[in-house]
């Protein structure tokens, strides 16, 4: 017969589940933590005092609740005690933030591309060690950094994190993870994942998609990428490589060649690019900005803008069509500038969900914004290095202890 978890075991998991109640919900009374976490008053009492004593959360005084008697202490996370730095490798830019428990972004840092993409990993981790050496030197004493994790836009293998194909940078084969950790030289972990999947992340646990168990999060900037949350679980697939539906076909015969030598795929009929090119764009400016202006010059009346985002919103939501039919969520965000292309073509989007999609599906499908903009996949990195303090709280903190557990950025 195996024998079922250890007192310590169960304790760990406990101490676990509520550091990540209040760094997703925020202050809590102890009364609340003990109804949502199944325990014990005396036992969230003994959670909430290690968790203290590690410097995690603080209790205090609520605000004024207007009701007699003598107020609960509320349990808040900490910012100040444990942080990770998180990066976006943008196609447009570099963005690094240093992010409190808590969520709390404490610092960042923004590098603009110069020739409008980045060419070399070793570029990219020497510009990251750059903007973590400024951040950590402003950090106060005893605050301790807990892991890395970056963004890629491409495929990225799941659990090592190795590159594989980024297009929009000419990486092939990229241990990007590596390249930062000899920089860095934390001794934490570092992660690197998908830009949608980060996305994804972000909109389930602080986003549109709280409390959704089944959504699909949409990202738009040079391609289209795709974040799957299925029973509450980021779906990764066998090597990582799921929601790659930038790549999935809708217009076979007659469709515009895609990048990955295909024609008529989801991102070369409802990108950037042919959004561009059908407003008449191409060869000025690319970007989120030559997106949104499209859009706007739309509102003002621009016919041809206004055609373009139709054919685009038609082909876009042929493909949300597909993906419904496909996983049945309950819910689709759109990010990145896929967010501005959808406001401007939310009619032709749900045309088209409404004709390709099976009814029993589209019926409760809700289509949703990023309520997080343009931070989701910077807020979708760091919830991915917050994740092994929130499995291991004090396990992690002692083990980061060590002399080898402080990022240096002194390369």
Not at 131 to 158: F, I, K, N, Q, W
């Amino acid at each position: 017969m195996k024998a079922g978890p250890s007192q310590e075991e169960v304790r760990q998991h406990n101490l676990g589940a509520l550091l990540r109640h209040v760094h997703f919900e925020g202050p809590t009374s102890r009364a609340v933590l003990a109804a949502e976490l199944g325990l014990n008053r005396s036992t969230i009492l003994g959670l909430v005092g290690d968790l203290a004593a590690a410097g995690l959360v603080r209790e205090e005084l609520p605000q004024e609740t207007g009701r007699a008697g003598r107020p609960s202490l509320v349990v808040s996370p900490e910012p100040a005690r444990a942080h990770v730095l998180a990066v976006d490798v943008g196609v447009e830019r570099l963005s690094a933030a240093l992010v409190g428990l808590g969520g709390v972004f404490l610092d960042r840092r923004e590098h603009p591309w110069s020739d409008g993409q980045p060419q070399d990993p070793a570029e990219v981790a020497a510009l990251l060690a750059g903007a973590a050496r400024e951040m950590l030197a402003r950090t106060p004493d005893g605050s301790t950094c807990v892991g890395v994790a970056a963004a890629v836009r491409g495929l990225v293998r799941h659990p090592d994190g190795l590159v594989g194909l980024a297009p929009n940078t000419g990486w092939k084969g990229v241990d990007l993870a590596g390249a930062l950790t000899d920089r860095l030289r934390p001794g934490v972990p570092v992660l690197v994942a998908n830009e949608a999947n980060l996305g994804a992340l972000a909109e389930h646990r602080r986003g549109t998609g709280r409390g959704s168990r089944n959504l699909v999060y949409l990202h738009g900037e040079t391609g289209i990428g795709a974040g799957v949350i299925a029973a509450g679980e980021l779906l990764r697939g066998e090597r990582g490589y799921a929601g790659e539906v930038g790549h999935l076909t809708v217009n076979p015969h007659q469709g515009r060649p895609c990048g990955c030598g295909a024609r008529g795929c989801l991102e070369a009929e409802a990108g950037e690019r042919a959004l561009l090119e059908a407003a008449g764009r191409d060869g000025r400016s690319t970007g989120a900005g030559a997106v949104r202006a499209v859009v706007a010059a739309a509102d003002l009346g621009d016919v041809t803008a206004r055609a373009a985002l139709h054919r685009v919103g038609d082909w876009l939501g042929i493909g949300i069509a597909s993906l419904a039919n496909l996983l049945d969520p309950e819910l689709v965000v759109l990010g990145g500038t896929l967010r501005d292309v959808f406001l401007g073509s939310a009619a032709q989007v749900r045309s088209r969900i409404n004709t390709n999609a099976l009814a029993a599906v589209r019926e409760g499908l809700r289509l949703r914004v990023s309520e997080l903009g343009d931070d989701a996949v910077l807020i979708g990195a760091a919830e991915l290095a917050f994740s092994e303090l929130l499995a291991r709280p004090l396990e992690t903190l002692a083990e980061l202890a060590e002399p080898a557990g402080r990022v240096d950025a002194g390369r």
